[in-house]
């Protein structure tokens, strides 16, 4: 008999560790991460559970369409999106002749201190000012000459004005309780380190400016003429906005993909901003590695940030690598969310916006329909299609358990919840190649989650799979090595 090695529990936890631009090492796909606190005992226990499924909402357009944005809206009830040149407020059509049919679309609230409440959305080049009685105007140079046709579709509202960034570099404010009505002179430039302007964002009482190399800081100063804001030269931050459309934000809490290419910094990473507090890198290097290969295409990434499963998370959709990567905000920690379209194939996640309204989470995908973030069930795409069940990936790290002697695994062990069906184990004990091979199946109805006779290795990586359409969630996995 071998002399043991180890065989203490290992948490299912970790964050992305692909050496390259592939799938090797460290990765957890389709879960979200759950830590629960005990201060009595100052312990905390990290679950691993499978992601919320998607339940079929409604489908607006009536056919797949390009979906360009969503935003609930309190004062009337309704889930308002844009398809390609289409704006629907629940699935009625307020208009199909939108100037853009592609692109993301922004929303913004106007309160009733304005005349009534009106929601307004930009594409980039109209603003569609909607009424909370299903009246919509299209706005744009036609009706004010001074309309910023340059637009960039970012809009904030901010004491009694309308914000919007131009791709001049221009921030441009409405007169004073009036969303429709523009000067000419009332602007200024975001622009004191030569960095083109990319999205605006309001946190607290400020208005963030995202640049192409900065991130400039305004408050309202009350100026009697032009613009009312003034620059807080001693806030700017030296990093710059990556691509508008990886800018996601909940509240007082913002992520986005940054770089600082004009500054001598190619790289790029994912920031938070939460509360005008400094900005920090959240993301690692993995992950900076395949943003980094997105090359242009970070502009055709899609983002964002909503609550699901009872956390905050950052959903970036990225195009080249179709790989969506996951922050849980209040966890810390990140995953990957996939389709499975293709057998066991992972694709990145269907939903590319999302909106929440009494509690719910609804995404927009990119099959023309709105559905429903419904922890309870497992399966995504429900009611619509026979793609049902995604499947759960536990990849682990190579380890040779510190001796590059032969060993063996006696046996395996889960520490999870008792569920439906298997949970199929595989082993890569070749590191030069990503073929797993199955080693056998661990029945989660049993009390005794184990299996034995794993064979030998030198340094062996571990995966683990449920493929079954049944809620999910598991603590740690524990091997018996000996050698």
């Not at 590059?404 to 695994?409: G, I, S």
Request: glycine share 10%; charged share 15%; aromatic share 10%.
């Amino acid at each position: 008999m071998g002399q043991r090695i180890d065989s203490k529990p290992i948490p299912f936890v970790g964050p992305p560790e692909q050496r390259n631009l592939g799938t090797e090492d460290s990765r957890y796909v389709n879960v979200i991460f759950e830590p629960i606190a005990n201060p009595l005992l100052q312990q905390k226990t990290v679950y691993c559970v499978k992601r919320p499924g998607t339940s079929s909402f409604s489908q607006p357009p009536g056919v797949a369409a390009t979906g360009r944005g969503i935003h609930a809206w309190a004062t009337t009830g309704s889930t308002y999106s844009v398809f390609g040149n289409s704006i629907f407020a629940g699935t009625s059509t307020l208009t199909s002749s939108m100037n853009t049919s592609s692109g993301r679309c922004w929303f913004v609230e106007i309160p009733r201190s304005t005349g009534q409440a009106q929601l307004v959305i930009s594409d980039g080049q109209d603003n569609y000012n909607i009424t909370s009685t299903g009246v919509i105007t299209q706005i744009d140079e036609a009706d004010d000459a001074d309309y910023p046709v340059s637009s960039l579709g970012s809009v904030v509202y901010l004491d009694g004005y309308l914000f919007q960034g131009a791709s001049t570099g221009r921030i441009y404010n409405t007169v004073l309780n009036g969303v429709s009505t523009w000067n000419a002179a009332d602007f200024l430039t975001a622009d004191t380190h030569a960095g083109a302007l990319e999205a605006i964002y309001i946190q607290k009482d400020q208005i963030a400016a995202f640049t192409k190399n900065r991130i400039e800081f305004f408050f309202n100063n009350g100026n009697p003429t032009g613009s009312p804001l003034l620059r807080i030269d001693q806030n700017t931050m030296g990093i710059g906005l990556a691509s508008r459309e990886s800018l996601a934000w909940s509240g007082e809490t913002a992520c986005f993909v940054g770089e600082n290419a004009g500054d001598g910094d190619g790289g790029r990473a994912v920031y938070i901003m939460q509360s005008l507090s400094k900005v920090r890198d959240i993301s690692t290097p993995a992950i900076n590695r395949v943003l980094q290969n997105e090359g242009i295409s970070i502009s055709s990434c899609t983002a964002w940030m909503e609550r699901a499963s009872g956390q905050l998370v950052y959903c970036l959709n990225l195009a080249v690598a179709n790989r969506s990567f996951v922050y849980g905000v209040d966890s810390g920690m990140w995953s990957e969310w996939a389709d499975n379209q293709a057998g066991s194939n992972f694709f990145r996640f269907h939903g590319i916006a999302a909106t929440s309204i009494n509690a719910s989470t609804f995404v927009q995908s990119d099959d023309g329909r709105i559905y429903q973030l419904t922890p309870d069930s497992p399966s995504d795409r429900a009611g619509v299609s026979s793609i049902g069940n995604f499947i759960v990936s536990l990849q682990t790290s190579r380890m040779n358990w510190g001796t590059p002697l032969r060993k063996h695994e006696p046996s395996l062990s889960i520490v999870g919840d008792s569920t439906f069906s298997e949970l199929l184990v595989y082993v890569n004990d070749d590191d030069a190649t990503t073929t797993y091979t199955q080693v056998g199946a661990i029945d989660m109805t049993q009390p005794q989650k184990r299996i034995t006779r794993l064979g030998g290795f030198y340094d062996r990586a571990h995966r683990f799979e449920y493929q079954a359409a049944s809620t999910f969630r598991v603590q740690a996995w524990q091997p018996e090595i000996t050698k």
